[in-house]
T-cell receptor
């Protein structure tokens, strides 16, 4: 089992729709969770972080965390073509190193 | 968010030569910097963790004598790819984590360096 699992996609949604990106992780010791957006040929850009169970909203983005189910998701409302990118889920390891473990990413395509 | 720079943004070199990549945190102090490598259509793979003033910690399978890391100050870490070969061609990305509560501080990525070894 991979440490962090994401559906590679592509996930295709029409402009204006809600995009739902999912991620499961295996390290029960993970306490912090991050979502990064990566455009092709560019480095990752942090868009959301979440530390507690429940929802966290920031503009059009909502992160959801369920530690009991080892599940974290990202919802993008009113999707725009500029949201088309690969979204990386990154739990922080629960050990002393505090390093991020990246999933393979989900490629999102928002069609005009 | 915090700004991390990398230099150069791209480099082409001959096989057998060494290449140095710099990573700087511009507006914050970074106790820890991370070096990643990303091959086309693959996710980021952590190569090593660099702590200011101490030796880097390398991930399993990463040759420390080939990928030399120096974290000379709280704002600068360098990665030197020694005796580069075509299989080392990749996108190298650094990230920096600010001082503070380790459980909650965030990592910010540099723009990456694309290395092509001929």
């Amino acid at each position: 089992q991979k440490e962090v699992e994401q559906n590679s996609g592509p996930l295709s949604v029409p402009e204006g729709a809600i995009a739902s990106l999912n991620c499961t992780y295996s390290d029960r010791g993970s306490q912090s969770f991050f979502w990064y957006r990566q455009y092709s040929g560019k480095s990752p850009e942090l868009i959301m972080s979440i530390y507690s169970n429940g929802d966290k909203e920031d503009g059009r983005f909502t992160a959801q965390l369920n530690k009991a189910s080892q599940y974290v998701s990202l919802l993008i409302r009113d999707s725009q073509p500029s949201d088309s990118a690969t979204y990386l889920c990154a739990p922080r390891r629960g050990n002393a190193g505090n390093m991020l473990t990246f999933g393979g990413g989900t490629r999102l395509m928002v069609k005009p | 968010g915090a700004v991390v720079s990398q230099h150069p943004s791209w480099v082409i070199c001959k096989s057998g030569t060494s290449v140095k990549i710099e990573c700087r945190s511009l507006d914050f102090q970074a106790t820890t910097m991370f070096w990643y490598r990303q091959f086309p259509k693959q996710s980021l793979m952590l190569m090593a963790t660099s702590n200011e003033g101490s030796k880097a910690t390398y991930e399993q399978g990463v040759e420390k004598d080939k990928f030399l890391i120096n974290h000379a100050s709280l704002t600068l870490s360098t990665l030197t790819v020694t005796s580069a070969h075509p299989e080392d061609s990749s996108f190298y990305i650094c990230s920096a984590r600010s001082l503070g509560d380790k459980a909650y501080n965030e990592q910010f990525f540099g723009p990456g360096t694309r290395l092509t070894v001929l």
